[in-house]
């Protein structure tokens, strides 16, 4: 084998080292303003400053605006079917788990569609990190009432008003057993949106993060109130969560010491109806990752099968009664 | 009979006629069908399956069928809470589950009742009946027991009445326990089988249990085969075949997972449903020994689209389910059509539209397996006739599935699912199994859908792969995977998946026709009635009458030279367990007339004016009933008179 010298070797090193174009395919397509640019920009930065292979890394997504994401990321990506992102994502993980899982999913795409799939990926806790770009409202289909519409918004099916209160995804996320990272993030803050990016993927399990997220086209003056008050938003601070920086703290000053280790107090920030919470709810490293409960170490070789089966053969075989003497 | 036994009649059958039970030589038989029947819980079907390994062991041909109620506790005593086992014996290879049953073993008259209406037991049938009833406490039971009885003595059946609980209860303290195991005994003397491999097969169940419970059973089991040896007075004896090579006796469903497992799929993934889940159940106890999962998700959808992630990612992956499930799947297998992923989707048929009968047999899922999923999703389907089949089918599914990149679906039934068959065992081979995931770097400029203009064929990027990087997408797209709007692509990219169907095509084999390849009558079927059309067409040939028979078991592709064969008969028709309108219905004509599944492919595949008659009971189509159609068919048009 040839040693490297120091220069080839810092010479490689830079041939490896990707910036931030190397992660990005084509122009986004989506509205200008639109919060999944926003959500494109921290992903990019994040495997760009972690040094994801774009060959071992796998963006998922279901339909809907926020499901176009993976056409715009130079690595793999997987645009499936409405609602089904989560159990794609849990099926390749649960084949390589040498490739890192992200998913890309909607407020109407996880929360209707998709909903059984939301709840039963908490439980897994699979290491996959899920952003739901949360604007509301369905883009792609022209503006119709989505289970996080707040109530009386006017949509194109519910012209009078939406009927019923919104679904509160924290709250529901935080209320299944197993649950392991809840954050919430909001695209007009993109400083705490990667931090918050970051230390999702750096859970290990299913880390769940909600991105309040603006639609110009649809709903293009819901969010005023919390975008030109910033007291309406709450930042969550604490030695083991995110701490804000100093610039920060100037502009939001209404912060919250909140230890993620407390499940109960999480669920209580996650209920605020005046304030959007904005940081680490909740973070258990120690629930169990299914996909580590379910393979074994075993590798799966053919001397490893082809024995395996003819056990298995043995306990049905009717053996020739000669043979059987023999 | 002597006097003390007289004075002591419950201990003796108390047979109808008034005859006298006592030794008799063995009389010969050319096959017989046994069925023993309880309710829920008491045992029948262990009986039932041990007696159809002992036979298999003397060297019989067997087909066992699992008689089962569709609830899990249905009341004790029940007309539809019969559970229990069919097993057909036969002197040489048994294909099917055959005509009516000609001996019958009842735990109570009620449960004898359901079969008695199903019409399931052939005239004159012996019926073996538990005779506590008579003495019970409740008088309402007695009183019906003692009305069956009768009823049954009436209509002709040769019924015996046993005290099958009280000379149990001379051996163990809880008889209902260990029934079965008595009437296992009886039925070795009856059909004149070795004790020794009865002996042998309690070890293998209660082997793992404490020495007490195995000794326990084999003493019922002597106590079961003296007594048939003292009271009864018939004995058969079926010559048996020794085979010279080991065989497998298997359900369909175990069959699946044994072939699952050989195949070299790493995944299945499942949501529990009937009859489909015995085969999960089964894979889920031995897969992880070779490496595999079993996992088990929130839904269908969710289990069809986890089995799709991980096919994506490298590993083709099956996904094991039963006509509703089926239903739920089709979207999530259109995005698998689209986007060239390998799939295997074993759908167990039910009885259907809805939750129709969860666990009887039909074939009715044909054309959702060809045609579902919107649009044009081009898919293979194929379905086994044989327990045997449904091994080595997953087998040539998932290599399908690799090469084509397609979505292959394998149509097995209920009937195959609970029945039991001896085959070759299998000799492991390592061409069964997946190569590697290919993890090499793409070569520059490869595009992930660079589909051949012959075959529509494309090497598939998997993750992982360097340079190989792309997002996959249900939207229509170009070679590059991008998404594409514009119709010379759409259109273009519809012709590439079609073509993958016409490649597969012309790697098939032009299908066997039983019987002679010129005749006046062919008949056409796929998947399970296989061994009945076949028995039937012998019979009928062994007749002098020219029918021959065709069984498919790749429905889409259809392969080459089908049209060659129809044409060398004068009439065809299918034989198929899915509906079809009756032409003696009233305001049935041919311009309104359904057709099966197979006659509606094969009227249209081949422009020739092809017959279907077919039959809905939930259960498999005897070869009886085959005979009597193929023998209508010949007269109705003037072929025989």
Known sequence: ?326 | MNETTLQKPLKKPRKSNGSVAGKKAAVTLKEHIVEIISDSGEGAQKCGQSLGSIAAQMGNGIWTTEIIPAEIRPPARSVAGASGNRIRIGAGYITNGGDETDLVVAFNEQVLLGRVRAKELKPGCIILLESMWRSHADAKIVASYIETHSRLVAAGYRVYEIPMEQECKTVVADARRGKNMFVLGMLCHIYSLELKLAVDQIVLAFGKKDRSVVDANIRLLEAGHAWAAANLDFCYRIPAQRSTEPQIVVNGNTALALGVMASGMEICAMYPITPATSASHYLSEVFEKVGGIVHQAEDEIAACAFAIGASYAGKCTVTITSGPGYSLKQEAIGLAVMAEIPLVVVNVQRGGPSTGQPTKMEQGDLMTAIFGSHGDAPKVVMAPGTIEECFYSIITARKIAETFNMVVVVLTDAGLATSQQPFPRPTFNESWLAPPVDQSPVPPGARPYDWDENTGLARRFIPGQPGGMHALTGLAHDRDSHVAYDAEINEQTLRFRSLKLAALQKTLKAPRVFGDAKGDLLVIGWGSTKGAIEEAVEAMRAEGQKVSSLHLQFLQPLPPGIKEILQGFGKLMTIENNWSDQPEDRIIDENNRRYSSLAILLRSRYLLDIDCWSEVRGQPIKPSTIRRVMQRKLKQEGIQP
Not at chain 1, 32 to 43: E, K, P, S
């Open chain 1, 1 to 326: 084998m040839n040693m490297m010298s120091a220069t080839e070797c810092l010479l490689q090193m830079c041939d490896e080292h990707l910036e931030l174009e190397d992660y990005a395919s084509g122009v986004p397509r989506w509205c200008t303003g639109c919060g999944d640019n926003a959500i494109l920009a921290a992903v990019q930065r994040l495997c760009r400053d972690e040094g994801l292979r774009p060959e071992k890394t796998v963006f998922v997504s279901g339909i809907g605006c926020s499901s176009r994401f993976p056409h715009y990321m130079k690595t793999y990506g997987f645009h499936g079917i409405h609602g089904r992102a989560l159990p794609i994502a849990e099926g390749i993980r649960m084949a390589r788990p040498d490739l890192k899982v992200f998913v890309n999913t909607g407020d109407g795409d996880c929360c209707s569609i998709g909903a059984a799939h939301w709840i039963h990926a908490i439980r897994y806790n699979m290491n996959i990190t899920v952003f739901l770009h949360d604007n509301q409202i369905y883009g792609l289909t022209k503006k119709q009432a989505s289970p996080t519409s707040p109530i009386g918004t006017r949509s194109n099916t519910t012209p009078r008003g939406s009927y019923l209160e919104a679904l509160n995804p924290l709250s529901v996320t935080l209320g299944v057993q197993n649950v392991s990272f809840v954050a919430q993030a909001v695209d007009w803050i993109p400083e705490v949106l990667f931090d918050i990016v970051k230390a999702a993927y750096q859970h290990k399990g299913l880390s769940f993060v909600r991105i309040v997220q603006r639609c110009p086209e649809w709903l293009p003056t819901s969010l005023d109130p919390w975008l030109h008050d910033p007291n309406k938003v709450l930042l969550l601070n604490h030695e083991n969560g995110l701490q804000s920086s100093a610039g920060l703290s100037r502009v939001y000053k209404n912060q919250l010491q909140h230890d993620p280790a407390n499940i109960d107090r999480a669920r209580e920030i996650a209920s605020s109806t005046d304030v959007v919470p904005v940081g680490i709810l909740y973070r258990n490293p120690e629930v169990p990752c299914y996909e580590d409960l379910r393979r074994s170490d075993t590798l799966h070789t053919p001397e490893l099968t082809r024995d395996g089966l003819n056990a298995e053969l043995d306990k049905y075989t009717v053996w020739p009664r000669e043979a059987r003497a023999a």
